[in-house]
């Protein structure tokens, strides 16, 4: 209680000065029983006992006699049932029923006629209908299954693509054992089944409003709370054929959001004529982010009683929806969480209306957001409500009878759902204690898969605290999110500079590339150059088709730019694939939508589907990275940021990987179709570049840095405009593709020269160009799932170049993408977005007080892996693989 009392004291006078990641420039490190550092310099310690599951646990279910706990693990890959079972000894045993792989995921065609009974999925929804089944809800199949925990098979399945409904994706579901009636929400179909399991038909299905999320029955079973977490229900392009995508899809997205074209619908352009697209509507209709209360006395007639909006609406200070994420229901109150709010809103159960709100706030923070409550409990005899704070890695315990916070238990990362049984609280922690190093081939054998492997969940268990307990809790939940403000002043940035320019590339891991740096002019790097395939001595393999190249130059110019000026050797992506990457650069923290989609999507088992007559295959983005309208936070993107702060930006590339986005040869000038009308944020749509391509692997980066060094000439260096004080730009064919040695590419290691050498010359025009005096360019990536690294699987490269940087030197402050975030707004003189760069490590000891103007030269590439005069689009190309094609990622890791 006492340091949080001169917590309170001092935090007026520094938060304007700064706050630090707790981890200072210790490396991540997993620990499992003990405190772990994550990669961003965050600390875990989690209360209770810690039991693995597998990746990606968003459901969690107790048997009725409190001694059997379920947890699903929604992936990616690996989707699995875990069940912990007591022992004699009060203790617990852990068994894992893991989905088998599909034949087309282990590198085989998918034969005809598979067994009715085969599964590949589980998605969130758990429930027990006795004390040795569980009900499962499968997810892409459409079907939910009751699982014998003892055998692992199925004793029932029920398929809801019945009559006129087809394209279903099963969620969240409730069991009422009375009448023995399963309720399962659809979130494909908008829509909450009822499924009568004695007699093993379905009885009813209601429509609910957009994207329903989680469920929660009335403790009499009479009605059903149905969260809503969407925010439009999407529409085709009149006329679109995704065979047809370049005639008839738009080459850019039909407009911005909010706009007066999103709301009401605009005329667009295809190549084969214009066309009508339609409009979003209202963004704060009932539909949308909401809360559905359901009669379900006749089961074969639910009614909907009212549609409840919580949280904030959108506009009037909120960037976004509230995002309802999760709900309990008592005898007379239901408790929701909005996830974009950090909120819960209490409704009169009896009434249908709001009874009123619970701000989930940090000290002398209160002002920032990324709490980020899903799941929720509720402990009938302490009257407390208990919320997964997937942001921060707690709990948050609530005082209901008060209405109020009473503080925070420490967990494991990313808790997403809460059960509380017999004074006991279980949590699901869909990222568990961290990954560590990823070094270990045997890791990503046959049958796993690199993201199975990387991403492990874990189950706490935690005796319930006394109330006395929560303050020191607390303590430490501040603590290790770096919540406690610094004591001394922060370091100066250079006040020189103005513009700032971030140039992200794709998947790479720091060994794979630096790797073979081992002393800089301050001191040694921590690398391992036995990784270092893609270093100055690196290595491009012929796979049996050609000679391979050995101790080759792979990246002179990310060695030359980096040894030049300044690296990082403790950074970090706060992502595991490039969907959560993308968010995470754009200062978009994924919340309970995006994390649980792209778990699933990760192994191919949530896909966009288009025809289709069901609304939400068209919200369903895949692999795709960009934000979307659901995933708009209450403060918005860095775009939303940057725009209310006066500050110019220019962007190259970023926000194009919307659901169902087509990307093909000749899909000039941007590299895609897109076929339906999702949105972009409103300030990237009109701030972005029409010319420049997106993520498409049939283009070379070649062409890539030539649009971006013509258009600042034309439009900048001629005098038409001033140049934006941000310019953002993806470089992503460092990804990798297939070789294809017709077009340039002999070798995989290829796209890496190929990116290479664009980077290369980016940073030599943008050396000599009258506004680099007062310039920082920062290089990192997206993600690092294509490559190893011994210290962890996250660390990643992070290069700052420019005249302030200092020479030959190597940071070895623990930051991440927040950190990045948090050093540019600084540079550019913004106040934090939200809590996690707030909080987060900046990368201020890069800087020095003594520039050096000199310009960079590029330097060539081996003309065995690439010429790139040659570089060009493929005459008969391969569909490009997506952000992310796991079987290109697991292809890789086995070579």
Known sequence: MLLLAVFVLLAPWVFAAHYEAPAGIRPAIRRPGAASILPGGRIIAPLGRQYPTGPGPFGIAVSPDGKTIVSANGGPHRYSLTVLERDKKSGW?????????????????????????????????????????????????????????????????????????????????????????????????????????????????????????????????????????????????????????????????????????????????????????????????????????????????????????????????????????????????VFVSNAHNDSITVIDARTNAVAGEIPIRIPQLESLRGALPIGLAYDEPTGWLLAAEAGINAVAVIDTRQMRLLGHLPVAWFPTRIAVDRDTLYVANARGQGTGPNMNRAAFADGDTFLGAIRRGTISVIPLPAASEISGHTSLVLEGNGFLPRPDDPQPMPKAIRHVVLIVKENRTFDEVFGDIERVSNGPVVSFPPAARFGRLGYASGERRRLSLQRINVTPNHHAIALRWTFSDNFYADSDVSVDGHHWLAGSYPNAWTESSLMAAYGGQKDFRFPTTAPGRLSFAGMNSSVHPEEQLEAGTIWHHLERHHISFRNYGEGFELA????????????????????????????????????????????????????????????????????????????????????????????????????????????????????????????????????DAHRTILIGAGPYFKRNNVSHVHASFPGLLKTIFRLLGVPPLNLFDAAASDLSDCFTEEPDYGAYERLPVDSRLFIPGQARQPATPQPSPGMDDPRVIREQHRR
């Open 93 to 333: 045993q852990v068994r894992h029923l893991v989905a088998p792989l599909r034949k087309e995921e282990m590198g085989r065609e998918l034969e005809k006629g598979e067994a009715e009974g085969e599964w590949h999925s589980i998605f969130m929804g758990l429930a027990f209908a006795n004390d040795r089944t569980v009900y499962a809800s499968e997810g892409n199949s459409g079907r939910v299954r009751l699982v014998d925990l003892a055998s692992g098979s199925a004793r029932k399945i029920f398929d809801l693509n019945q009559e006129d409904f087809k394209d279903s994706y099963t969620g969240d579901l409730a069991f009422d054992p009375t009448r023995e009636l399963l309720w399962v929400i659809d979130q494909a179909n908008f829509r909450l089944v009822g499924v009568d399991t004695r007699r093993g038909r379905i009885v009813s299905s209601t429509r609910l409003g957009r994207l329903p999320f989680a469920i929660a029955l009335s403790p009499d079973k009479r009605h059903a709370w149905v969260t809503n977490i969407g925010m439009f229900e999407y529409k085709p392009v009149p006329g679109a054929d995704p065979k047809l995508a370049r005639e008839t899809g738009l080459l850019f997205p039909a407009f911005g959001f909010p706009s007066p074209e999103s709301r009401n619908g605009a005329r667009r352009d295809t190549a084969s004529g214009p066309v009508a697209v339609p409009g979003l509507g209202d963004p704060n209709v009932r539909e949308s982010n909401s809360v559905c209360a359901v009669n379900l006395e006749d089961a074969s007639h639910p009614h909907i009683e009212a549609f409840v909006r919580t949280g904030m609406p959108f506009g009037g200070g909120s960037y976004g929806g509230s995002s309802p994420s999760g709900v309990v229901a008592s005898a007379d109150r």
């Open 660 to 791: 169902g986005v087509v990307e093909g040869k000749d899909f000039e000038p941007t590299g895609a179709r897109f076929l339906t009308n999702v949105p972009m944020p409103e300030p990237l749509f009109r701030n972005t570049s029409r010319q420049y391509p997106v993520f498409n692997m049939n283009i070379p980066d070649q062409f890539r840095a030539t649009q971006f060094i013509r258009e600042i000439q034309e439009r900048y260096e001629s005098g038409r405009e001033d140049l934006p004080r941000f310019l953002y730009i993806h470089l992503p064919n460092d990804h990798i593709a297939e070789p294809r040695p017709q077009d340039g590419y002999p070798y995989e290691a290829s796209y890496v020269a190929d990116n290479d050498y664009a980077l290369g010359r980016i940073v030599e025009f943008l050396s000599k160009t009258r506004w680099w005096r007062n310039m920082a360019v920062f290089i990192t990536e997206d993600d690092a799932q294509g490559g190893r690294d011994h210290i």
